[in-house]
C-alpha cells in the first residue's frame, strides 16, 4: 500500500504560480506512474498530467500544455506540479494518485490522496 500527502495550494491571482508536492510512503517502488487530477465543483474529475515513476515521460492533458509542468524526486519519494499562468478555469480540488500503468484514465489509478484546493481569482 501507498500514502500520499499533498500540498501547496492556495490562492492566488490570475497568471500568477503555484507548485504542488505529492509526498509518497510505503510500497512506491511498486507503482509505475504518479498522476495529477483535477476536480471543480460540479464537474467530473479530470486528468492533469502525469510521469513515470523512475523514468522521464510524461503527458498532459492539452488545457494544461505549455503552463503545467509535472516532475519528480525519487530520493524524496515525491512528484512536483509546477502550475504557471494560472486562469481562473483551474480552480479545483488538486489530487495526486498512482497506478501500475501507464496513462490517464481515472480507473488506472489505484491510490489517491486527499487533495489539495487551488483557488485562481480574476
Known amino acids: 500500500q501507498v500514502q500520499l500527502v499533498e500540498s501547496g495550494g492556495g490562492l492566488v491571482q490570475a497568471g500568477g504560480s503555484l507548485r504542488l508536492s505529492c509526498a509518497a510512503s510505503g510500497r512506491t517502488l511498486s507503482w509505475y506512474a504518479v498522476g495529477w487530477f483535477r476536480q471543480a465543483p460540479g464537474k467530473e474529475r479530470e486528468f492533469v498530467a502525469a510521469v513515470t515513476w523512475g523514468g522521464s515521460s510524461t503527458l498532459y492533458a492539452d488545457s494544461v500544455k505549455g503552463r503545467f509542468t509535472i516532475s519528480r524526486d525519487n530520493a524524496k519519494n515525491t512528484v512536483y506540479l509546477q502550475m504557471n499562468s494560472l486562469k481562473p478555469e483551474d480552480t479545483a480540488v488538486y489530487l495526486c494518485?498512482?497506478?501500475?500503468?501507464?496513462?490517464?484514465?481515472?480507473?488506472?489509478?489505484?491510490?489517491w490522496g486527499q487533495g489539495t484546493q487551488v483557488t485562481v481569482s480574476s
Open positions: 494518485a498512482v497506478s501500475t500503468a501507464w496513462g490517464t484514465k481515472i480507473a488506472q489509478y489505484d491510490y
